[in-house]
């Protein structure tokens, strides 16, 4: 199994805030969280879609093997 991480935690604390605003229903704000969230996202769109860390898992130990040769040989 296969699990990718991006740097999206300030995208993440965003979506958050304007959660709590819908759930506040502070319609008023949220025109101000969108335009946030969507500077945030212009400015930064790489950074959310490239990976910056990948989580592998293998069902068994020739798995690992396999991958270790395929470092070694690329």
Known sequence: MITFAFK???????????GQIIKEEKWD?????????????NEHFLD????????VTFQCEEGVNRAMEFNNTV
């Open 29 to 41: 704000d949220m025109a101000e969280i969108d335009k946030k969230i969507n500077k945030h996202k």
């Open 8 to 18: 999206n935690a300030e995208i993440i604390e965003l979506l958050k805030e304007r």
């Open 48 to 55: 959310l879609m490239t990976p910056c860390s990948i989580f």
